[in-house]
């Protein structure tokens, strides 16, 4: 029974390539009269084919969409713990790392002596987690 | 050759087809940027970032509507301004910012908020822009109503005008670009404009447009012929826009000396 089924199988995917060769090698005069000699409107046919290929391409953009929201919940669910510093310690790691070759920043402030305390604290966690800063090199 | 607007071809990346699925937060992690709230002291937001991940920090006590427009204009220096160090500060969106690195970051920033090719099939539909529409367009998209504003002015789809008014006079303006930009409006107010009440009063603006001389916002002789329709919006103490709208098309087709029409 199963061989008979996956004969048929075979004999079927045979026919469908056959089908296929036939189609790639026919020149678009004789596709766009074979679609006439069916009854069928080439141009109502490709408008639909080219609305499903778009929807196609919408849906697939709209997957990393997903994907980037997936990311960034999965990232919320892991809490930042912020480490307690010394502020001596920070503000010098911070002015060493505002100096940092290929470091982006657009703020209010561009050297570390104009921040507050807590902007100090902020942006050296920040600078740390963005591997700018390593904290056990800076202790010493 | 056409040029892509940058935040519109990351939009259509991620096959945004509606305003409401622009989740700012979203996409910036897509730009492995990561957005956090936090008390900010004397900014709105900043971000920093390193190789392909940055963190933007928005101050949490602002409004929701400017809260996504800080995070679209820090997406925008992350887009332009990578490796660069900035001062800068967000600031309310006007147009035609004095510094050009902040006045990159506010387009991009208006293109990914208010993208061109989904706002512009939605405005066609209105016949006349006035403060109704625009607030249907800002409760659509989630933004302001100056931001609004001024990109649906500057859409071009009607010949409009868009100035910005406060007691120490103009702050600021723009027009649609078939706006024929002979036309410069006045730096003080007209006290016949209605905007005068609005700015100096206690009025709130006028629901509907309202015809005025065209001298009353243009100081040139050729304006004397001509009507607008004016309507005022107050946006905020002693602040308030305004929209001219024109009445006669011959004001946006070229000056009649240089066309060789016989001057009036």
């Not at chain 1, 026919?15 to 005069?29: K, P, Q, V, Y």
């Not at chain 2, 709230?37 to 971000?47: F, P, Q, R, S, T």
């Not at chain 2, 220096?77 to 967000?90: A, I, N, S």
């Not at chain 2, 509907?208 to 065209?214: N, S």
């Amino acid at each position: 029974m199963t061989d008979k089924r996956s004969d048929e199988r075979r004999k079927l995917v045979s026919l469908a390539d056959a089908l296929f060769d036939d189609l790639i090698a026919a020149s678009d005069e004789d596709i766009l009269n074979e679609v006439a000699e069916a009854g069928g409107d080439a141009t109502e046919i490709s408008d639909h084919m080219r609305a499903k290929f778009e929807e196609t391409v919408i849906q697939a953009r709209k997957e990393r969409m997903k994907a980037a929201k997936a990311g960034r919940k999965a990232v919320q669910t892991t809490p930042v713990v912020a480490d307690v510093v010394d502020l001596s310690v920070a503000r010098r790691a911070l002015k060493k790392a505002l100096k940092h070759e290929g470091l982006s920043m657009a703020a209010r402030n561009e050297t570390e002596s104009d921040l507050t305390d807590e902007e100090v604290v902020r942006k050296y966690n920040d600078l740390i987690r963005l591997g700018v800063i390593d904290p056990d090199k800076d202790k010493n | 050759m056409k040029v892509v607007d940058p935040a519109e071809r990351l939009l259509k990346s991620l096959g945004v087809t509606e305003p409401r699925e622009i989740d700012l937060e979203d996409i910036a992690f897509d730009q492995g940027a990561e957005v956090r709230y936090c008390n900010l002291n004397g900014c709105e937001a900043d971000i920093l970032g390193y190789r392909d991940n940055a963190i933007i920090s928005i101050d949490q006590n602002r409004g929701h509507r400017r809260k996504r427009f800080s995070i679209a204009h820090e997406l925008g220096h992350w887009h332009y301004h990578r490796g660069k160090k900035l001062q800068c500060r967000v600031e309310e969106y006007q147009p035609n910012h004095k510094q050009l690195a902040e006045r990159k970051a506010n387009g991009y920033a208006a293109s990914l908020l208010m993208p061109h090719y989904l706002v512009k099939p939605r405005a066609r539909d209105h016949k006349k822009l006035t403060f109704n529409v625009i607030e249907q367009f800002s409760t659509e998209f989630n933004t302001s109503l100056s931001a609004t504003a001024i990109r649906l002015v500057e859409a071009d789809i009607w010949p409009c005008m868009l100035i910005c008014h406060t007691r120490q006079g103009r702050k600021w303006f723009t027009q649609a670009p078939m706006f024929h930009n002979r036309w410069f409006p006045q730096e003080e107010l007209d006290s016949q404009s209605s905007a005068f009440d609005a700015v100096f009063g206690q009025s709130e603006g006028d629901r509907f447009p309202q015809i005025i001389g065209a001298d009353a916002w243009f100081d040139r002789t050729e304006a004397r012929q001509y009507e607008v329709f004016e309507q005022a919006k107050r946006t905020g103490d002693n602040e308030a826009l305004v929209l001219l709208t024109i009445k006669d098309n011959r004001m946006i087709e070229e000056e009649p000396e240089r066309s060789g029409y016989k001057r009036w």
